[in-house]
């Protein structure tokens, strides 16, 4: 197959609209279709700004947009996960050829993934299920990716996926091939499952040192530091993230932190928007897989969500309940923080191994072939 060098973006929010500029930037002509005239407009202005716009085109309907490809037609996705895929796929299908593939970037469940691939195949249409890594940002500028589906496919779209991702610190490509059927996207789902994991794992710890140990939001930040800088976190990226949430400051007042302004408020669980750590449990459930480090940060990110009940209480008690001060000497100071760091990185190493021992076990079931050092 020839080099690609134009394809179609069916959805061009933030995330697919992020990952249509950093198309365009390597020279892909990207035909833009949004259900919102104003979402694609100003996605092209935005393209003048940058010098992109010239390989950006707007297109209001299928049959215009599928003419105007080239072939074999390559189409991605960036919806919302659920029955617009569905809708979208139908819509195609009358403009849609033999050899023609489907990059559904989208954060879409893996059972849908598979069920499209099944009902493309008759068509001789290429369907690959691929998720996308670092949120709008890490669209715009080179997200990690994992796509998964039939190898003839995948091998015809890898190195366009080679241009558009993040690099390592090697500068290996942060893409590769991850198994057939639904694998890559249940690769994220799991992926996403043991983020949480981590993520829980942190905010605990920051929770210890900020409310029994006193210690400042830049002490933290410091000591986050510490973590990021040798041992078994170096160089974790949530650590780092972690680092400048707790040093950032407001830009009208030096003095105050942004973070002494957050909520404490997840809610992506709840309103739908966010479905991987959902999916996460009720597969280790289904499978019979423990991953209680899933679980467990799964059940504080919904009771994060419910703040005002979670307020309600500490009116009707007078206050919160009495946090135990743990207040050493600077040497005893220092072995807690190191037994802190090793019980933060026993969680994420935990996390690690639930999520590979859930990803194993639906492996086995949906027989994906599943490339293991791909995944690492």
């Known amino acids: 197959m020839a080099e690609i060098k134009k394809v179609a973006m069916i959805g061009c929010g933030s995330m697919g609209g992020g990952m249509a500029q950093l198309l365009a930037e390597q020279g892909i002509t990207v035909l833009l279709q949004d259900p919102s005239e104003d979402t694609v407009n100003k996605l092209i202005e935005s393209g003048k700004e940058t ?10 309907n299928y049959e215009d947009l599928c003419k105007s490809l080239d072939a074999p037609k390559v189409f991605f996705f960036s919806l919302p996960h659920g029955t617009v895929g569905d809708a979208v796929v139908n819509d195609l299908k009358p403009y849609l050829d033999p050899g023609d593939i489907i990059i559904d970037a989208s954060n879409e469940h893996w059972e849908n993934t598979q069920r499209r691939h099944g009902k493309l195949v008759a068509q ?7 998720g996308v890594s670092g949120g709008y ?15 003839k496919a995948l091998d015809l779209v890898m190195p366009l996926l080679r241009k558009i991702c993040a690099k390592a610190e090697d500068g290996g490509p942060c893409v590769a091939k991850m198994g057939s059927g639904g694998a890559g996207h249940y690769i994220k789902m799991i992926h996403n499952g043991i983020e949480h994991g981590m993520m829980s794992a942190i905010s605990e710890a920051w929770q210890i040192m900020n409310m029994c140990l006193e210690m400042s939001y830049d002490e933290i930040g410091e000591e986050l530091k510490r973590w990021d800088a040798e041992g078994e976190l170096e160089g974790t990226f949530l650590i ?9 400051r407001e830009p009208d007042d030096p003095h105050r932190h942004v973070i002494s302004k957050i909520q404490d408020k ?3 669980d709840m309103d739908g928007s966010e479905g991987t750590g959902i999916w996460s449990n009720s597969e280790a459930i289904r499978l019979h897989i423990p991953a209680p480090t899933l679980t467990d940060a799964h059940y504080m990110r919904l009771s994060s969500a419910q703040r005002k009940q979670r307020e309600e209480v500490r009116t009707a008690f007078e206050g919160r309940f009495p946090v135990s001060k743990i207040l050493p000497t600077e040497k005893e100071r220092k072995a807690f923080l190191e037994d802190l760091r090793l019980a933060v990185y026993c969680a994420c190493l935990s996390a690690y191994v639930q999520g590979i021992n859930i990803i194993d076990a639906a492996d086995k079931e949906n027989k994906w072939s599943i490339n293991f050092e791909n995944i690492f």
Not at 137 to 147: D, E, I, T
Not at 240 to 248: E, K, R, Y
């Open 51 to 60: 010098g992109i716009a010239t390989k950006l085109e707007k297109h209001e």
């Open 266 to 268: 997840v809610v992506q």
């Open 124 to 130: 001789s249409v290429y369907y690959i299920g691929m």
């Open 137 to 151: 940002q890490a669209a715009r500028r080179g997200p990690s990716m994992c796509p998964g589906g039939e190898d």
């Open 240 to 248: 780092f993230i972690g680092i400048q949430i707790n040093q950032q």
